[in-house]
């Protein structure tokens, strides 16, 4: 059978778990201090480097597409004995790579917003780990539980998981 104690421990970390998904922060359980801001912001730039690396290789893959297709393009206007120099030729191929520039600037731009968006992430974590934002003492469990603030910020924050609140 478990103790009251160890009840209590096991509850403090799901209400802990519960609020860390709102955001880390510095819970206190007992006597031990946990802070995950610091891995928060490396899994942050991490994901800020995948997305700008995802960004390079779709417009290198766009690049390629564009390449294949102008090299096609040319070959068939030169097996029709049709001039690149002027004319319809090469306003075809003028607008073909013009098309390919804005596709790859808008993937450019995608990686850049989802990177960027991990770099504000990660310099919100870094920022929590020199400012605790929230701590939560808890000596008795029973008393916790019989707390009103604790119960209503509780159920708050499990109705945010959810989007209800």
């Known amino acids: 059978m478990c103790s009251v104690a160890g009840v209590g421990a096991l509850l403090a ?4 778990a519960v609020s860390s998904n709102q955001g880390s ?3 206190k359980i007992s ?3 946990v802070n995950t801001a610091p891995v928060d912001a490396y899994a942050a730039q991490q994901r800020a480097n995948h997305a700008r690396a995802e960004g ?3 417009m290198n893959a766009e690049r390629r597409k564009y390449l294949q297709s102008e090299g096609r393009t040319q070959s068939v ?3 029709n ?3 690149l120099a002027s004319g319809s030729a090469l306003d075809l191929l003028v607008n073909n790579r013009a098309y390919a ?4 600037n808008d993937i450019q731009y995608e990686s850049e917003m989802k990177a960027w968006e991990y770099d504000v992430d990660r310099a919100k974590a870094e920022a929590r780990s020199f400012t605790s934002s929230r701590t ?3 000596d008795s469990w029973s008393d916790t539980l019989t707390n009103p603030l604790f119960v209503i910020q509780s159920a708050q924050k499990g109705l945010s998981l959810f989007g209800k609140g």
């Open 56 to 58: 390079d290789r779709k």
């Open 77 to 79: 206007f030169a097996a």
């Open 136 to 138: 939560s003492t808890q």
């Open 25 to 27: 922060a510095k819970v």
């Open 101 to 104: 520039q804005d596709a790859m």
């Open 31 to 33: 006597r031990s201090a």
């Open 13 to 16: 970390v799901a209400a802990s």
């Open 81 to 83: 004995n049709v001039s």
